[in-house]
C-alpha cells in the first residue's frame, strides 16, 4: 500500500467548475477516511480558475514540501477566447458588460498581435484574481465594489499559436512562465486588436515535466484509493 504520509504527487484533471481547494478539500476528506487519521497534508502546486478544466498537481504528505518547486515550471495551456464581448473578470465567471466591432479584424492583424506577445513582458492581473492587496484577496475587494490597485508581474510567453477558423471565437494554445494570467492575455488580446475580448474556455495541459495525459478524474483516484 502506498504510504501517503511519507508523500506522494498525484495529477489530477481538474473537473470544469471546481476550485482548486474543492479537489484538496475531497481528496484529503477520503485520505483521512481511508488511513483512519484525523490529520494529512494535502496540497496543490498551482490554482486553477474554477471555469478552467485540466492538470492540478496535487502533493501529499512529505511532497508538500516540493510545492514550491513544482509551481516555477512552465504552463501550457489550450482555449479560446470570444472577440467582440468583455467581462468584467475577463471570463464567463460574470455577464458580458460590452460589445465591441470585429469586421475590421483581419488574420493578418491576429497574427502580428500573437506574435507581439512572444517574450518577457509586464503583465497586469485582473481586479478579480486571488492576488493579495493590504491582506485581502483582490477579488472580495472588487466584488465588494471597491477600488483595487494591483501591480504588474514579469511574466513569458514561451510560444502562442492560434486557429482563427471558428472566428470570433479564436483557438489558442500558449506556453508560458509561472504566474501568467490567461484572462489577462484574453483582455489584452481584444484592446491590441481594436475590439475586445473574453476567455470562454481554458484547460492546462502541462506544468513543468507534468503532463495531462498522466492525471486522473477525481472519481477515478478516489475509487482506486478505496480499492487499495
Known amino acids: 500500500m502506498i504510504d501517503y504520509l511519507e508523500g506522494i ?13 474543492d479537489v484538496v478539500n475531497k481528496m484529503r476528506w477520503h485520505l483521512k477516511q481511508k488511513l483512519g487519521i484525523k490529520k494529512i497534508k494535502v496540497g496543490h502546486a498551482g490554482t486553477l480558475d474554477p471555469l478552467a478544466t485540466g492538470l492540478l498537481i496535487i502533493c501529499i504528505g512529505k511532497d508538500t514540501k516540493k510545492i514550491d518547486s513544482f509551481m516555477g515550471g512552465m504552463k501550457t495551456y489550450t482555449g479560446t477566447f ?10 464567463l465567471e460574470q455577464d458580458f458588460d460590452a460589445e465591441y466591432p470585429t469586421e475590421h479584424i483581419t488574420s493578418e ?9 512572444i517574450g518577457v513582458q509586464e503583465q497586469m492581473p485582473p481586479i478579480f484574481s486571488a492576488k493579495q492587496v493590504d491582506g485581502k484577496r483582490a477579488y472580495d475587494l472588487a466584488r465588494a465594489g471597491k477600488a483595487v490597485e494591483l501591480k504588474t508581474n514579469t511574466i513569458e510567453i514561451h510560444s502562442f499559436t492560434v486557429d482563427t477558423s471558428r472566428f470570433p471565437e479564436i483557438d489558442f494554445e500558449i506556453s508560458c512562465s509561472k504566474g501568467t494570467y490567461i484572462r489577462s492575455i484574453a483582455n ?4 491590441k486588436l481594436n475590439s475586445g ?9 502541462k506544468s513543468g515535466d507534468f503532463d495531462i495525459k498522466n492525471a486522473f478524474e477525481v472519481e477515478k483516484w478516489i475509487a482506486e484509493l478505496k480499492n487499495s
Open 9 to 21: 504527487t498525484v495529477l489530477i484533471d481538474k473537473p470544469y467548475k471546481w476550485t482548486s481547494f
Open 188 to 191: 489584452d488580446f481584444g484592446e
Open 109 to 117: 492583424e491576429i497574427q502580428k498581435v500573437v506574435e507581439g506577445f
Open 197 to 205: 475580448a473574453t476567455l470562454i474556455a481554458l484547460r492546462r495541459t
Open 82 to 91: 470570444l472577440l467582440g464581448k468583455t467581462t468584467p473578470c475577463y471570463d
